[in-house]
């Protein structure tokens, strides 16, 4: 019995293990193509529904969904009603991806470790590492199914099994809330589901227990979303509590129903395994239709009852000054250039927040977001100066060339942050005051194209943040490569914005200088971010000397 336990334990934590690999691999390759996708969800609901299964089968993952969608909404560029049709979406297709891989796929596991792992260990391109540990991920998942289909198949005929599954179809309650526990202490409803399936098609439970379990990791799915965004921005925790409501209230309406009627079977084709995966999305896909019509009115009682809390923009900035820099490092110069790190990381965090609702106060003028990036520029201004004086006080006599790089490299970074946080506060904020002045509204084509930049900007953002830290060459290449594909984003948009002018369009004609001196300021912010890139690619002899081409002469 021992030895089974550990067998079974250690198949749900290579499951888990692995459903997080694919995510983490998605995330690393593709972050930035996933949040522009994310900007154009905003079309309708259905499409922004549509947006969030697709997300959810990329990523393997409502939760990760859930976490871009709260960025999103905190940020303002989120809607409330477009984030809870994208999270109803995102629940139908983490439904999908279990249901999936709840097929027997045994014979593909040996391939694709053996396909993942080749292209890992040998690929150069960061992407087709990342597509190895993806293919890595769902062939551990595969893997750890059939561990968790052997540890149970000893329990078929166990006695106290039978007890047990007596005592939970006698209470279904039961079963449902412990589901719910675990999938929340688990922090995968994908994982949860594939466990209860692979119990089913072994034989262990019947479908209405089955069923009670699904239904209970549905509602502990939702939990986690809500947990997770308790002390975020009131946007966002509208957003989960609107999707807890529907989901969850749904598996609780659900569970009800099947007591009441005393539902053992719901005449679904094929084992206990197929029932339980069958019911699983067609729940998910009954809650997502009746739930879109919804979404709207949902999201304006969402907006009465769910209040901003006076405090909750001093307790964010009070968090955020905290400084970083150790005034005491006893001579260790590392110690003192990881401190700056650290510094340097809280101030680019400032940035961040000033940077995600530039795109919301541009469009309505968001109030209490354009007091928040006037509140934190000076404060990115004393970060910036902190760290030039707290770096300019070290003994650089002393220090190593490596020493004396890094910390070159951290002062040019944070005069970067500043002068993008200059960039936000003054320019941006100034072409939002001009639009609302003059009653401004950019072209449907025009502000699509700054959307597509300002997500772009925001991904280079956090990759900057990994070169800072890890001093990677593969993501140094690929955040010089954003920079080129953000200049042509921006010669794209000056392009079609005159093209727009050439043919009359009243709204480019009024917007144009406008249009135009965002494009220049989100490139620019962008080419400031990326600069950290350029002295790591140097120092390795990854950069050539001049970009000039020879004299003809020569």
Not at 242 to 265: D, K, N, P, S, Y
Request: overall charge neutral; proline content about 3%.
């Amino acid at each position: 019995m021992y030895f089974i336990i550990v067998h079974l334990v250690a198949a749900i934590v290579l499951l888990l293990w692995a459903v997080r690999m694919v995510r983490t691999a998605v995330e690393r390759a593709y972050s930035a193509q996933l949040k522009r996708t994310l900007a154009r969800a905003e079309r309708s609901a259905f499409s922004a529904a549509m947006v969030g299964t697709g997300m959810a089968v990329a990523l393997q993952s409502s939760t990760a969904v859930a976490a871009l969608a709260s960025s999103f909404a905190s940020g303002g560029l989120l809607a409330g009603s477009t984030g809870l049709a994208l999270m109803l979406g995102a629940y139908f297709g983490s439904a999908l991806v279990a249901s999936v891989l709840s097929f027997d796929l045994t014979l593909l596991t040996a391939p694709l470790i053996i396909l993942g792992g080749t292209l890992f260990l040998r690929a150069n391109d960061r992407q087709m590492k990342q597509l190895g540990r993806m293919i890595l991920g769902v062939a551990f998942v595969l893997l750890s199914l059939e561990m968790v289909s052997e540890a149970t198949a000893p329990w078929r005929d166990s006695e106290v099994l039978a007890v047990a599954i007596d005592y939970l179809r006698g209470d279904p309650w039961t079963g449902f809330l412990v589901a719910a526990i675990i999938t929340w202490l688990s922090y995968s409803s994908v994982a949860s589901v594939l466990v209860i399936i692979t119990f089913g098609t072994a034989g262990v439970i019947p479908f209405e227990v089955a069923a009670a379990l699904v239904l209970g990791a549905n509602l502990g799915g939702t939990l986690i979303a809500f947990g997770m965004t308790r002390g975020a921005d009131v946007r966002a925790r509208r957003i989960s509590l609107g999707a807890l409501l529907f989901r969850g209230g749904a598996a609780i309406i659900c569970l009800i129903v099947i007591e009441v009627l005393q539902v053992h079977t719901l005449g679904l084709p094929g084992n206990v395994g197929l029932q339980a995966s069958l019911f699983h999305s067609a729940f998910n896909f009954v809650v997502m239709i009746l739930g879109l019509p919804l979404v709207g009115p949902a999201s304006r009682l969402l907006d009465r009852v769910v209040k901003e809390s006076p405090a909750d923009e001093t307790a964010d900035l009070a968090r955020l000054r905290r400084p970083a820099l150790a005034t005491d490092s006893n001579g260790n110069v590392d110690a003192a250039l990881a401190s700056a790190t650290r510094e340097l990381l809280r101030m680019s965090e400032m940035v961040e927040v000033m940077l995600q609702p530039a795109m919301e106060i541009l469009k309505g003028g968001d109030k209490t977001a354009i007091r928040r990036v006037k509140a934190l520029e000076p404060e990115v201004d004393r970060a910036n100066a902190s760290i030039k004086l707290f770096l300019s006080q070290l003994d650089w006599d002393k220090m190593d060339e490596g020493q004396v790089s890094r910390a070159s490299d951290l002062s040019t970074f944070a005069i970067g942050l500043e002068q993008a946080g200059d960039i936000i506060a003054r320019q941006l904020l100034r072409v939002a005051d001009q639009l609302a002045e003059r009653h401004l509204t950019f072209s449907p084509q025009g502000w699509q194209e700054l959307l597509d930049l300002h997500a772009r900007v925001l991904g280079n953002l956090q990759l900057a943040l990994n070169v800072l830290v890890s001093e990677d060459i593969e993501s140094a290449r690929q955040l010089v490569a954003e920079k080129d594909a953000v200049g042509v984003l921006e010669r794209s948009s000056m392009n079609q914005h005159f093209a727009r002018l050439r043919k009359g369009d009243p709204n480019s004609f009024e917007t144009s200088e406008l249009h135009l001196q965002t494009v220049r300021s989100l490139r620019h912010i962008n080419s400031l971010l990326c600069g950290v890139a350029y002295s790591i690619l140097s120092e390795q002899g990854e950069l050539l000397g001049s970009k000039l081409a020879r004299s003809p002469g020569q």
